[in-house]
């Protein structure tokens, strides 16, 4: 954790510059291998159904393709070029943003990515814990934690894993704040696609809203299951439509701090 907090200065720039790539329509990239990839892919999946992005919009890139994220391909991480052809395969341009993941910060087949998406424009960001890569040009930003040497040596899924596992942690999460996905500490664009995230969303809009539970269960039913929608026609006494249109001009903090006290939502 203290080696993580060194950094955050970093993380944040780069956080910046993801919110900033997918709030006009750029995407995010995490590119790995190994344990790294595995991480990046962890990422990635956990970003529709927390924050309720589309699926392109998070990305993981992994070394020796899906096969990767279950069992080790070796000699997948040696090939620069395959790194490259990757993004070339997603066709990545100067919006997007590419998130180099290495240990080491010497993986060829990172190296290869970042060295490409240099190419194409986009921002690059490494994340590593090889404090002598702060030096080195081989991204924009590198976000590197000095973890020092693992117990077992050699074995950067340990403590390196770790601090890569928070440093990406804080840099979607940070990025999905900056992008209004996140309300007074509540993940509001959540996706409820089973019973349980039902329940948390149905406590969501109760609590948020100071509503009883029922009737923050119909609102949020009227809202389409949707509780940053239904809270918008909440704050806003608003309809479906009404409030779909004020989120995109507005966002949500400013319909909650508009003046007075919320009407009862309207039916439609």
């Avoid at 269960?217 to 806003?236: I, S, T």
């Amino acid at each position: 954790m203290e080696a993580v907090g060194f950094v955050l200065p970093e993380v944040a720039t780069a956080a910046g510059w993801i919110a900033s790539a997918l709030g006009r329509g750029g995407r995010l990239f995490y590119v790995g291998a190994g344990t790294s990839g595995r991480l990046g892919t962890l990422d990635a999946a956990e970003c529709p159904p927390t924050f309720g992005t589309k699926p392109r919009q998070v990305q993981a890139v992994i070394a020796g393709g899906r096969r990767a994220l279950t069992r080790a391909v070796e000699g997948a991480e040696d090939d620069t070029r395959a790194g490259a052809r990757a993004l070339r395969l997603k066709r990545l341009g100067a919006k997007d943003v590419v998130c180099g993941i290495s240990a080491s910060a010497t993986t060829p087949f990172v190296l290869g990515a970042l060295e490409h998406a240099r190419r194409r424009g986009a921002k690059t960001i490494l994340v590593c814990c090889n404090p002598e890569a702060r030096s080195a040009p081989v991204a924009d930003v590198v976000i590197a934690p000095d973890t020092g040497p693992e117990l077992i040596a050699g074995s950067t899924r340990l403590k390196a894993g770790t601090a890569t596992k928070l440093v990406l942690n804080a840099l979607s999460t940070a990025a999905m704040v900056a992008l209004g996905k996140v309300f007074r500490g509540r993940m509001v664009d959540v996706n409820p696609l089973n019973q349980k995230l039902r329940v948390r969303a149905e406590r969501m809009v109760a609590e948020l809203a100071e509503l009883p539970l029922p009737e923050a269960r119909a609102l949020l039913a009227k809202a389409r299951g949707q509780p940053k929608v239904a809270l918008a026609m909440h704050f806003g006494n608003l309809t479906r439509g009404q409030a779909v249109r004020a989120l995109a001009e507005k966002g949500l903090r400013q319909l909650a701090a508009a003046p007075g006290k919320p009407g009862r939502t309207r039916a439609r």
